[in-house]
């Protein structure tokens, strides 16, 4: 077995056990012996518990990448907010080590969550400033109103899809239809709340010009979670 493929093994079976029993009682012994194998193998990959799962956490993060930019190569209006907003929803229900991340579950996480917060501080702030630029972009190609300050945008779309993300967990039994219910009723929010009312030909024409811009802000956020996921490697 080549290494990457071991290590995958490895990263599959703790991203297993963490969601069946939580970080706090999932032990190396046992991921090596989910994983086939050796304890000492794991620690050839990983020197700790802790860089194992933050390693975890940084690959639901990098799918998730990889994803949006997929669809954003495939259909520039992906770039918009609201698409971008329903996309991220529908990851947020099928990936749930990446809903625990994203709603600070201590339950599942413990003191995972916190470290994860200080070791990914340099990627949290690169994301914060692609979001940004990505509006400063969307508004530049007039995508977006531009009325309203563009950190005031981008607090209003964080809020938004926060709540979103929130109300599955607070308001399961009140939650509406279906989960593509909604991710359409988030992606309406917030285009209401951001987004021009453009014929569809213009926000088309206007995405199109704006996509490659933004779709190479992706892809260097893509890349620096790529390099933290291997340093996290070599532990």
Sequence with gaps: MVRAERAERILTAAADLLLAWGYRRVTIDEIAHRAKVGKGTVYLHWKTKESLFLAVLIKEQLQSQYSQLEMMRNDP???LPSRRAGGLFREFLSRPVLRALYTDDSDLLGRLNDT??????????EGDQMARRQ???LREHGLLHVDAD??????SLMAIITGFFTAEGLLAERAPDTPEVRAELLA?????????SAPDSARATAAAA???????LYEHLADLSAQEMNRQLRG
Excluded: D, G, N
């Design 116 to 125: 994860a917060k200080k070791e990914f501080a340099h990627l949290m702030a």
């Design 210 to 216: 704006a996509a490659p811009e933004i779709i190479r």
């Design 77 to 79: 209006l992906e770039i």
């Design 150 to 155: 563009v950190r005031h945008q981008q607090y």
């Design 135 to 137: 509006l400063e972009v």
């Design 188 to 196: 309406r929010t917030v285009h209401s709340a951001l987004e021009t």
